[in-house]
């Protein structure tokens, strides 16, 4: 069956450019090797997401000595958003930038933020976020107002607000793609619950891939979502200029112009799983560089505890880019701090299994009651060391050694020094899982990005601007692959901008 354009995968990438290319009567073919994911009374229970990983692929994937692990991918229509907690932030335009870090530089990107600008704005209005400019002093300039206001803070964020105010910090609300209406609670989908970080939206109101990209698409009559399909190997012609054939365990499909958006390791293995005569080292890979410059953030969840009670349902509502850049005493970047969903008891038996293992579940509740979390991000560099690799077998190997850590140290402590003058217990800052140190494990592969970046020079990079291959005339990749450099705020919103600016250029193309 032949197709104008064939989109592999329907998470950020995938399911805005489907909703973009839908109006233009082209056929598309989405094939995702997931289903819908289910309406259940479990999607919101703690035990079955937390501790049971019931939404958690079966993969097994490889760390860099061969350990297994079990990576925390989820395959859904809708891809990872499905789980996500939505904050959708823009870079900061020097992420776009060449920017020195502590263990190095981070490099320029092949395109401008101003070129990147107005997709934020439409990818802002698609996804609904809600939020408020002029407040974070790292803001870079936004050419349309948020198109909702910003999620309200219940009373003990309020105070946390206030408090990073009246010290002289500059914290602003979390952007946020819920559909919240607080005007009319009565009418708004959103309920403002607590199991939303994390967790799937059970009544459908988190603004995710699924509902605003895949499904929207769905209603042209042009567009088919075929479910439960995994693609195992694209072939090209002899030449090797143009991908022909989407082979399937369920049957092989032809389009003109086919979309790689598996998710940056799971596309790096598709296309390293596609070398052929012509491509001998993977698909598109003349450069060495796809599975390569892995990134997924230095990452740190942890929690204080409030010396009041903290009965906030819907916690992430404040982030502060005050040490974005650095801080007086240490100049290079360090990261942005926001909020995350509020811990509840019963996640500690998920989250630190043998220290929990014989505590009942009402005394985790009473420290969970004054939790307050945290997520630090602080950029890790792009490091050719640093990739996702497939052996003759399919198996998946993920080697990582970790960059940039004293900065994300630098802010920890920081954060921690704060915590006296914010109404928290002074000396406690302690990561949320079960772990020594407070950076998220190899597992946690949520920010994944960087395996198939995007350049000016086909040495030195995968894509090209319109993050079509360098090497192939049809094949496109839109997810997280494309970064050249992550920044240190969360990856989907850049995700779903590029793919609208890719798909404005493949409706010119396809014109
Ligand atoms: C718990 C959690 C919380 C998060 N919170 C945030 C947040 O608050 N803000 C934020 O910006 N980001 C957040 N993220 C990260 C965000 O979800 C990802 O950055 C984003 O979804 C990446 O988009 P993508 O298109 O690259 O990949 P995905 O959204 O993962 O989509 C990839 C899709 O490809 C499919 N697929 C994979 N292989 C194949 C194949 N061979 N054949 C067919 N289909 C295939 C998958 O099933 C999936 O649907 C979070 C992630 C998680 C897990
Ligand atoms: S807070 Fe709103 S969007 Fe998030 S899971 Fe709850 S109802 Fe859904």
């Known amino acids: 069956m032949g197709y104008d354009v064939i989109i592999i995968g329907s998470g950020a990438g995938g399911g805005t450019l489907a909703k973009r290319l839908a109006p233009s009567g082209k056929k598309i073919l989405i094939l995702e090797r997931g289903d819908f994911l289910k309406r259940e009374p479990e999607n919101w229970n703690v035990r079955s997401v937390f501790v049971e990983n019931r939404y958690i692929s079966q993969d097994t994937w490889y760390d860099g000595s061969g350990k297994p692990f079990q990576p925390q991918v989820h395959y859904f229509v809708g891809g990872a958003t499905k789980m996500y907690g939505a904050a959708l932030y823009r870079l900061r335009k020097e992420d776009f930038e060449e920017l020195s870090h502590h263990d190095g530089t981070s490099p320029v990107w092949p395109i401008s933020y101003e070129e990147m600008e107005p997709y934020y704005s439409q990818a802002e209005e698609m996804y609904q976020v809600h939020g408020q400019r002029g407040i974070d002093p790292t803001e870079p300039f936004c050419s349309a107002p948020y198109p909702f206001p910003a999620v309200s803070h219940e009373p003990r964020m309020q105070r946390l607000f206030d408090d990073w105010t009246k010290a002289g910090y500059h914290p602003f609300p979390a952007p946020c793609g819920i559909m919240l209406n607080e005007k009319d609670m009565g009418f708004s989908r959103c309920v403002r619950c607590n199991t939303c970080d994390g967790f799937p939206c059970l009544v459908q109101a988190k603004a995710d891939a699924e509902m605003i990209g895949v499904r929207p698409a769905l209603e042209f009559p042009n567009v ?288």
């Open 224 to 511: 088919t979502l075929l479910r439960g399909v995994r693609v195992q190997k694209l072939l090209t012609n002899p030449a090797g200029t143009a991908v022909t054939e989407v082979v399937t365990e369920k049957g092989t499909f032809r389009g003109d112009v086919v979309v790689v958006s598996c998710g940056a390791a799971n596309s790096a293995r598709l296309l390293l799983q596609s070398a052929n005569g012509c491509h001998p080292g993977g698909l598109a890979n003349g450069s060495d560089q796809v599975g390569r410059n892995y990134m997924y953030h230095n990452s740190q969840a942890v929690l204080a505890f409030s010396i009041e009670p903290n009965l906030t349902r819907f916690q992430k509502t404040i982030a502060l880019n005050d040490f974005y850049f650095g801080m007086e005493g240490f100049e290079y970047p360090m990261g942005n701090i926001q909020m995350i969903g509020k811990t509840m008891g019963a996640m500690f038996k998920g989250e630190k299994p043998l220290l929990t293992a014989l505590v009942p579940t009402a005394v985790l509740n009473r420290i969970a009651h004054h939790a307050v979390d945290f997520w630090l991000s602080t950029e890790d560099l792009p490091r050719p060391e640093n990739r996702v690799t497939v052996d003759p077998e399919g198996r998946v190997t993920l080697s990582y050694t970790p960059n940039n850590q004293v900065p994300a140290r630098k802010l920890y402590e920081k954060l921690k020094s704060m915590l006296g003058s914010l109404g928290m217990h002074p000396n406690y800052l302690i990561p949320r899982r079960a772990y020594l140190k407070t950076e998220i494990p190899l597992a946690g592969v949520a920010h994944q990005a960087g395996t198939c970046r995007f350049g000016n020079d086909p040495k030195s990079s995968v894509l090209d601007t319109n993050c079509k291959a360098h090497e192939l005339d049809n094949l496109y990749v839109v997810d997280t692959s494309f970064f050249p450099s992550i920044g240190a705020v969360n990856p989907s919103l850049t995700a779903m901008a590029n793919a609208l600016r890719v798909g404005d250029h493949l409706l010119q193309r396809l014109k």
